[in-house]
């Protein structure tokens, strides 16, 4: 069996191959790290069967469902999960076979609704439902401290003691651990009994994750982040430094428009040499008085060098094949020094 792990901050994603028949599952992939399978699958020639999510994550976001659209894979969840993409959805017992690799699905429910452990010859992926002296925390959406001792002590922890385990989470570098090391020594596991258990993981009052909501939405609906939005945009207009801008802004023939897409109260505090002003928010409005040839040269601008980046991509879809965003904003060319408008 092969196996590699990818860590993005705290978070742990794996790829299991079957070397016999090069068949891999992936399980629990986080969207900063697409390119990174690809090359991974590339480089060891394995193809994809699966692509699993153990749960709906609440504090990062899944690339489950763009890269099984990109690989034509199958997205795997559990029956529970109120994501509407997955292809396959997993009762407690159900197994995935890929190649020689049998996968398990034990449903565990407690760090959410819809968490499952995948249990695989001498190893179990444990998601977040059992950490590396840890346990996934409960209190958020369908968290569930009774389901999670049910789910620990009834069932994740009944495993063979020499069951290897590798979580979905974590943050001191440690590659895996086992059940009987856990049980002996996972602070949490030390609180057997139920109520006990879940006083302690009702007490624990942890901070929001960073991306909560964002994560939640786009992993329940499959829709896309704010991120992704931009950098899906990023690949489809190019971009002008703010060095080649200004070149051109300062030489004689003065051969392009700069599209200043911000507020009116901005852009009157100070704007690009020359700018014309059409806030974001009327672009598609006017965008035909204001431009009645489509081949005229446009370089978009705002403050930070986002809404101009998805505004170049509109304006491209409009038919204005020359147009590129400002690679910054306003507030960095400022700061660069360079001439501005009152
Ligand atoms: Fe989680």
Same mark, same amino acid.
């Given at each position: 069996m092969l196996l590699e792990t990818f860590a993005a901050g705290g978070c742990r994603s794996y790829v299991v191959g079957c070397?016999? %028949?090069?068949s891999a599952v992936l399980i629990d /992939?986080?969207?900063? #790290?697409i390119d990174r399978y690809r090359g991974h699958l590339a480089q060891t020639g394995l193809v994809l069967h699966y692509i699993v999510d153990t749960h709906t994550h609440a504090d990062h976001f899944s690339a489950s469902r763009e890269l099984g659209k990109a690989l034509g894979v199958p997205v795997v969840m559990n029956r529970?999960?109120?994501? /509407?993409? /997955?292809d396959l959805r997993l009762d407690d017992g159900d197994m995935l076979i890929a190649g020689q690799l049998k996968l398990r699905a034990l449903h565990t429910p !407690? @760090? %959410? *609704?819809d968490s499952l452990c995948l249990v695989m010859d001498d190893r179990v992926f444990t998601g977040d439902t059992l950490l590396i002296g840890g346990t996934g925390r409960t +209190? #958020?959406? %369908? !968290? +569930?401290p009774h389901a999670l001792h049910e789910s620990l002590f =009834?069932? #994740? $922890? &009944? #495993? /063979? !003691?020499e069951t290897l385990v590798f979580p979905a @989470?974590?943050? &001191?570098? *440690? =590659?895996h651990t086992t059940i009987a090391e856990e049980i002996a020594s996972n602070p949490r596991l030390q609180k057997t009994d139920r109520a006990e258990f879940v006083a302690m993981m009702q007490a624990l009052d942890l901070a929001a994750p960073t991306h909560l909501t964002e994560a939640l939405r786009t992993n329940m609906t499959g829709a896309k982040s704010v991120a992704q939005l931009l950098a899906e945009a990023s690949a489809k207009a190019p971009f002008m430094s703010m060095q080649e801008l200004s070149g051109r802004l300062g030489g004689?023939?003065? =051969? $392009?428009v700069v599209l200043d897409l911000r507020e009116k109260d901005a852009f009157e505090q100070g704007h690009l040499p020359g700018a014309r002003h059409l806030p974001r928010g009327q672009l598609e409005l006017r965008v035909n008085a204001e431009f009645p040839d489509p081949t005229v040269r446009i370089v978009t601008c705002c403050e930070f060098g986002k809404i101009s980046t998805l505004a170049a991509v509109t304006l491209r879809e409009l038919g204005f094949l020359r147009v590129a965003a400002l690679d910054g904003g306003v507030k960095a060319w400022r700061e660069a020094g360079l001439p501005l408008d009152g």
């Open positions: 070397e016999a %028949t090069r /992939p986080e969207l900063s #790290l529970l999960s109120p994501a /509407p993409y /997955p !407690g @760090h %959410t *609704r +209190d #958020l959406p %369908t !968290g +569930d =009834d069932r #994740l $922890l &009944k #495993l /063979p !003691g @989470h974590e943050y &001191k570098g *440690r =590659d004689n023939s003065r =051969d $392009l």
